[in-house]
């Protein structure tokens, strides 16, 4: 029998009801775990209830972003402190999370995570942040300047 190589908790936790209905139809651990191409002993630890798959961190960041659309960090940290390695690994992974960096001066909301298909969200989300970048900065100047002037 050759090595199963591991391929990631999302990977695992989307195969947990196959193998049990694999297993209810009378199919023996290992012919599961031949079948689904997973390891012997996640099987086994499923089928005896020893344990249960847990969706895992990056199903919960590309869920967050699917529902809630492009999202910043400042947004996003404190969910997940490490949305960097998270959007790392998806990207090793092949899944469709997406990352846009705009300049240094918007600090947490400089880069904005997304989903394939939501471009044009992103795109109105970020002009969004610009108009009121651009509105704050206006009225600080402004009252910078009465003050100035006030005193002068």
């Not at 590309?62 to 960090?73: A, F, H, L, Q, R």
């Not at 969910?79 to 998270?86: A, G, Q, T």
């Not at 997406?98 to 997304?114: E, H, Q």
């Amino acid at each position: 029998m050759s090595p199963v190589t591991r391929k990631g908790r999302e990977f695992y936790s989307g195969q947990y009801d196959n193998v049990i209905k694999l297993h209810e139809k009378g199919l023996t651990v290992s012919e599961i775990a031949s079948q689904l191409g997973i390891s012997y002993s996640c099987v086994y630890h499923w089928v005896k209830g020893l344990r249960k798959p847990s969706s895992g961190k990056l199903n919960d960041f590309e869920e967050v972003i699917t529902k809630d659309g492009p999202i910043s960090v400042m947004d996003i940290k404190e969910r997940f402190p490490k949305h960097n390695e998270l959007f790392l690994t998806a990207s090793r992974r092949g899944l469709p999370i997406k990352r846009y960096r705009l300049g240094r001066k918007l600090g947490d909301y400089a880069t904005w995570y997304f989903i394939e298909g939501q471009e044009n969200e992103l795109k109105e989300s970020i002009k969004e942040l610009l108009d009121k970048y651009k509105e704050l900065k206006e009225k600080l100047i402004g009252l910078i300047s009465g003050e100035i002037n006030g005193r002068g």
